[in-house]
């Protein structure tokens, strides 16, 4: 008759292929006994390193969200304590052709750091050269004996001067390619003689990951900056001469260097047209430079908006009549007083007011309007145009993005007017929106939040 703890022990073993770890199973010292014992051991293993994987994925999930590469690493240090034991994160990368391996970052609970990261070595007269050489995680159970048996060993010698007496080194490998080393070391010795290698062989994989991806993204905002800055050396270069240019074709054009007859004037109305198209676009990429350099900075003052708009439209209507079409106020009665930077505000009600003419058709109709809601402003601009296709609305707002309507005029543009207004509605510390649908006109709204009144 066969014994029923087989059965158990059977049932038990499938229900850990479940996750179901922890499962009572008869032991005892015969071989079933013995058997049953075992299977008990490997529930109890299988649920530690269960716990471990499902921890080490919420961390780095959790560090993964950041971006700059000294935020992930201080998360990392707040959040690895449960699944490996540590006092000390050091983190060092190579350099020149990954022929230099420098510390970059360190963190102790303990306030003397040795080993800092003004420390570099040839990678070739280090033992990490071996380490990456394997791709496995090397562990020191005793870095006092290993400094004995290795006396030149500077890095080993300065933990030792922080009370550190273990480590862990792990190489980082992100897609296929050596970047670092990644340090957990601890004031006891044989902190990681118990520990599953494969736990750290998943950290150093995950830790790779995310390391790298900070790395790419601080260069990109390095390259950013580098690209602010150029543009707008390029941009304040080109303006001046674009501007001298101007100044000459206007004393051509009125005649200050002698007679110009028609077709000359033709030609050279043309060219003054073009340099102010180029001027326009040298004065947007100073605006974009500006702003995406965080160097936007507005002059506010109290602005009674009734007037103010209505001087806002008698500057369009000009630039309307050209193309029969008709301007129009709708201002909802009372409106507040707002705090504007009056320079900066037109632009936006100009770049708005500007592309509702240029993508309108004759003898239609555009209206600049303005509202108070709760504990707010609106302004928008109603054209009755070509509308926008639902595709494209998402996107209007970025920098150069055009849309697949087309000006009815021929008229041109730089394609950062939007973006530009957006960013400056934004540093008054509102938002600006879109509504369209093909064929129905667009409205754009701008919100300008107002101050809550104050409880006496």
Known sequence: MPDKRIQKILQAAEAMGQGAFFVEVPVGEDEIGRLGYAVQTLGALLEQRHRELRILTQVTEKINAGLVLDEILESVYE???????????????LEQDDQIVRARWARSDFSELRL????????AETSLARVL?????????DLEEYLQQHPDSTSTRLLLEEGMLSSLTCPLIAMGRPIGFMFFTCRYTNAYQTAHVDLFREIAGQLSVIVEKSRLYERLLTLNEEKNRLLGVAAHDLRNPIGVAQGYLRLVLAGTVGPVNPAQRKLLERVEKSSQRMLDLVNDLLDVSAIEAGRLSLDLEEVDLQPYLAEVLETSALLAAEKSINLLAEVHRPLPRVRLDRRRFDQVLHNLLTNAVKFSHPGTTITLGARTETHAVQIYVQDQGQGIRGEELGRIFKAFARGSTRPTGGERSTGLGLAISRRIVEAHGGSIAVQSHPGEGARFIVTLPLPHPTSS
């Open 79 to 93: 959040s690895f304590r449960p699944i490996i034991p540590y006092h000390r994160i050091g983190l060092a990368l």
């Open 116 to 123: 800092g990261g003004d420390f570099s070595l040839p990678l």
């Open 133 to 141: 050489a394997s791709g496995e995680p090397r562990i020191l159970n």
